[in-house]
């Protein structure tokens, strides 16, 4: 009995898995050792598991001691630790919002980067915002490591988190006297709320995290105006480079940008002569050019106005102040830039269209999405089919949109000079394909 066993277990250990847990001698020729049986697990005395189970609750506490504030310190920042604050935040939060549809405390898809992302954004924001009051402990900007032996600093990254989840707990805990539903977000705040209620039923909403953003910030606003919500959601959401971000624009902020709406018409002034425009000035494209038949450029007398380098086209109307939105169809095409310049931006020769100079422009070549500046900045998600356009000269933003799918894809930060108007740009090299100003 004791030579069988010890040759069963010669076998389970020397012997290797087929499919799905099945065992084969190593000269062993059979096709049917690749049958369906369970992995061999191991086996744990009673002893040891008690041991584990003590481990285990132990590590526990220790988590809800750090995530309580407490003086509990560890060597790193967990997946764990992370989640256990963002859970506690989320209670607290639907204890005192009246949030009736959406539950902030469900598991969610949300990644280890995206969270410690989140944790710092605002404990950052909490230290800066004078409605909360944080106190010293809970700030994250001072540097400690200098007061300890080399061999004993914790990495910056591990100290911010530590130093952020406590700014974090702190505040939650200044929740904990509020009574059930007893913050009024007014009713713009709420209409954004149940649009982010669709979005998580039809699977459009990736986590819950952008939700407790909203929450939070608008938590923090002072005076609430009319339309400040979406004005504001969008100079803090987009120009956030921050992997918390909502990836589909709720109905009352793309309402709110398209009331910015602007008829925009090609200037033939501009263009480069080597373009076609269409009679109604809304679509452009590369004219065929056959020089011993045609040649464009002899009926031109270039001006100063004119590209005479990059194949480009400005609009007619130039704005130096306000808010304003187009949209440009570019439905099949390979190649194109859009954006906007200023009036005293270079046109002549193959000029560097930079921020530097006066340019902010979405550029799409050989297949790959860039904003482009200096170096360009690669954008890895999909090529849009409908590119959406909005410029607010006082708040210094240009960004771009997907359109069809609401979706924001990158913003400007841009200081400008109101002396001087800011232009709608267009560029395509296509003969086949136009570029439509819809």
Known sequence: MASQTAERESERIGGSYGSFGSIRKKKENNPRTCSSQPFAKPVMSLRKFAKVKEYLKRKALELLAQVKGTDTEKDDFTFDESKLIIRELAAKLSWVVPIRNISLLCEDGSCQEERQDFILQWAEELN????????????????????????????????????????????????????????????????????????????????????????????????????????????????????????????????????????????????????????????????????????????????????SGWWCVLGTTGFNSGRHYWEVGVRGKAEWRIGVVRESAPRQGFVDLSPKRGYWTLLLQLGQLMAVTSPVTKLNQSVPSRVGVYLDVEEGQVSFYDAEKRRHIYTFDVDFDVSEKIYPLFHTIETDRELVIL
């Open 128 to 307: 800066h915002s004078p409605q909360t009051g944080q106190s010293q402990a809970g700030e994250i900007t001072r540097d400690r490591r200098s007061e300890e032996p080399l061999d004993q600093q914790i990495p910056a990254k591990e100290q911010k988190l530590k130093e952020a989840s406590k700014a974090l707990s702190n505040w939650a805990r200044t929740l904990d006297g509020m009574e059930q539903d007893s913050v009024c977000l007014g009713e713009d705040v709420c209409s954004v709320l149940q649009d982010l209620e669709r979005q998580w039923k039809r699977g459009k909403l990736p986590n819950m995290l952008p939700v407790m953003d909203f929450i939070i910030w608008s938590m923090l606003q002072e005076q609430p105006q009319e339309g400040s919500i979406a004005k504001q959601w969008l100079r803090n959401n987009q120009r956030s480079r921050s992997r918390v971000t909502l990836n589909h624009i709720p109905d009352s902020v793309w309402k709110w940008i398209l009331k910015a709406s602007a008829k925009i018409t090609l200037d033939e002034k501009t263009a480069n002569p080597s373009l076609l425009l269409s009679p109604n000035k809304k679509r452009v494209k590369m004219d065929t050019i056959i020089e011993s038949v045609y040649n464009p450029w002899g009926h031109y007398e270039m001006t100063s106005k004119m590209y």
